[in-house]
């Protein structure tokens, strides 16, 4: 059951000067890290909505011009009227930046339009952009058979996902990992259990501790639009986005791939006769942003690799073969307390816990500081034909006990922990300890994960019915 440990509190947290002060000189030292993949997307469709009709052709000039003054690639999201009315655009951006597309699709409104065939737009679009593999299709109303019809057509990846997500623009998609995984045919939230499948690709990369504790997802996020309306961040002052990458790049000191996606709608990016979505000093803060984020992003030199998103999924796809096990610590950002009139029906705002979070094919989990048990758990074995994500709050969570046999504050070079279940299912617990001062000698009963920053491990098996027997043994470093 998801569990917010900290209460609401009006308290503000304490603006720090710098958020994780080394961060890039420890990443520099370290010769096994991996790299973040960094990707940048847009929402360039033929608008037909009472704020708008049309392409909005100056948005996504005014969205190019800021991507392409770092070289940054941009994936365009089009339909099939956008991609006629940007051809000559995109082309000659494909050519000079590496600028790809993506299918936008949306069952119900191309039924409306008279097109609903998902096989005929793609092929469509492969002949208007003969570069394009034209491997990504972009849908805010994801299922089964989109999975399914997209295999068909050709495409190895479904863009979309909203971690955390219920009810908010229609998106309910709690209960799905974060990041990039192989998507289940079965269940497209979930990873699927053997092997490759579509690769889900994350809307727009989110707070990963904040959203978790505050149920607020679409308030902690890299959308300018977001954080740009709660007041977390605006044109002068970026510290937050800072602090969101920060706690993002950390960890590929442990991950062979860190993945964050940013995505800004053309048509939030222009105020005219085709598009009336935001106010014009909106639209500027929301450049000014976005130019000081990508020259942040830029600051980390190679250890970031620009990719549109076809790319990405050509990594993930090489890289791995099936959904990769992804840990990621976070600490909690200093921020601006979100406005009431935004945050209303949500404990939005912090201070919250250190925060470890896990997920595999088989499960997701988060833990907080100093505590063995998940404060989140997914079960993605036992739980194969659930959408509601009221169960991802309940019927995942398993009755456990832990037994610990010590007491006192003596050393301890042996850690014994005992877990009792009433079912077999995959779990996970987190140990929390100085491994600066010691080293893991061995793990019986369990693999482990880590250590994390030499702060935490993570100590992952497969429970069965019963009591099941894990123990650490440490050694002093020398």
Not at 377 to 391: L, S
Request: glycine share 6%; net charge negative; with cysteine.
């Amino acid at each position: 059951m998801l569990f917010v440990l900290a209460a609401c509190s009006n308290t503000e947290i304490e603006k720090k000067s710098s958020f994780l002060p080394e961060i890039k000189m420890e990443l520099t030292e370290n010769k096994e890290k991996g790299k973040l993949i960094f990707t940048f997307a847009s929402l360039a469709y033929d608008i037909d909505e009472k704020w708008g009709k049309g392409v909005p052709k100056a948005g996504v000039e005014r969205i190019a011009q800021v991507a392409h003054k770092y070289r940054m690639p941009v994936t365009w999201i089009i339909n099939l009227g956008s991609g006629k009315a940007l051809k000559s655009k995109l082309d000659a951006w494909h050519k000079e930046y590496g600028d790809d597309i993506a299918l936008l699709w949306d069952e119900e409104v191309e039924t409306e339009r008279g097109r609903n065939n998902l096989q005929i737009a793609v092929d469509s679009l492969r002949v208007m952009f003969p570069w394009s593999e034209l491997e990504v299709v972009a849908s805010s109303r994801k299922s089964n058979e989109l999975l399914i019809s997209g295999k068909t057509a050709g495409a190895s990846a479904i863009w979309g996902y909203c971690w955390e997500q219920v009810g908010i623009d229609g998106i309910t998609d709690r209960g799905a990992p974060w990041g990039f995984f192989y998507a289940s045919q079965d269940n497209y939230k979930l990873p699927s259990l053997e092997g490759k499948g579509m690769v889900s690709v994350e809307w727009t990369s989110r707070d990963l501790l904040k959203s978790l504790h505050s149920q607020a997802p679409t308030i902690y996020s890299s959308d300018p639009n977001d954080v740009g309306r709660t007041g977390l961040c605006n044109g002068n002052d970026i510290d937050y986005w800072k602090s969101l990458f920060d706690n993002y790049i950390r960890n590929i000191a442990h991950n062979k791939f860190v993945f964050f996606q940013q995505q800004q709608e053309a048509h939030e990016m222009e105020y005219g006769d085709v598009c009336k979505a935001y106010l014009p000093r909106e639209i500027d803060e929301s450049e000014k942003m976005l130019d000081a984020f990508f020259s942040y992003v830029k600051s980390y030199g190679d250890m970031v690799e620009f990719k549109t998103i076809p790319q990405a999924v050509q990594v993930y796809k090489e890289s791995f073969s099936e959904t990769e096990p992804v840990t990621m610590l976070f600490d909690d950002a200093p921020a601006r307390k979100p406005p009431f009139w935004y945050a209303r029906g949500y404990g939005a705002w912090g201070p919250w816990p250190k925060t470890l979070l896990y997920y595999d094919k088989e499960c997701q989990m988060a833990f907080v500081e100093d505590q063995l048990f998940p404060i989140m758990y997914r079960d993605y074995i036992n739980n194969r034909n659930v959408f509601d994500p009221e169960h991802y709050e309940s019927v995942y969570s398993p009755e456990i006990k832990v037994r610990i046999p010590w007491s006192g504050d003596e050393e301890l070079m042996e850690i014994p922990i005992e877990i009792t279940s009433e079912k077999a299912i995959p779990y996970a617990i987190s140990l929390w300890y100085d491994f600066n001062r010691y080293k893991v000698k061995r793990v019986e009963g369990a693999e482990f994960i880590g250590p994390i920053e030499e702060q935490a491990l993570i100590l992952r098996l497969n429970l069965k019915i019963g009591v099941n027997k894990v123990k650490i043994r440490l050694d002093h470093f020398n």
